[in-house]
């Protein structure tokens, strides 16, 4: 609704305007700012005003400025109805997960299932093999076409680049290979967590200035 009130007062933002927005967006959902809630919403969109779409903008990082408390957690159980297991999910996109069986790149639309097309992360072991809770975090789940036997494909795979795509390092691979599962969910969340870091950083740009565009600012010099 926010972005919809801002996109119809400025139909065409500027690149630097887009960029921030983009780091809006993140940085208020790896925070939780976002919450869709009446007085949020609200307060968001009386922070869009007509007349200056660069104080628009502005007015809206001012609600972000603050750096989470705590980044999506890895080992925690995953849920994909719940906002941090999506952004889990968007970090594991980004890995550009490719088919166990083809090598082809997996295409969102491949990853759902059902008449309303939900996206689905199936499980790469079963959870009912060892009552570990580790078996409900995203470090056991998978990018892919639901298929019976994920984890005898994945041990199959000797191609590092394929495995790599889904987030499996070799160290990982092998282990779930010799039936290590706790040292294989122990070492696939390690490589995990390292990327979704990396992944949310780039995104949300916290270090980075969040100044207006030049223009904005020479025509502010010339209004003092």
Known sequence: ?????????????????RQLLERWVWRGALTGAHRGDTV???ATLDRIVEGSEEVSVQRLLEMVVSRPGALPKIDEGFNFRFATSKLLALAMLDLRPRNLDSGELIEIDQAAEGEEQEFRMPFI??????PNDALRSTANRLI???????RRRLVGVRDPELLASHGIPEAAAQALYTGDIDGFLRLRAHFLRHHCERFFARHARWDESDRPSIAALVVE????
């Open 221 to 224: 010099d010339e209004d003092v």
């Open 125 to 130: 072991i079963d959870r009912h093999d060892t």
């Open 40 to 42: 949020s919403t609200r």
């Open 1 to 17: 609704m926010s972005l919809g009130k801002f996109f119809h007062l400025y139909p065409d933002p500027g690149a630097r305007s």
């Open 144 to 150: 892919h076409p639901r298929r019976p036997g994920l």
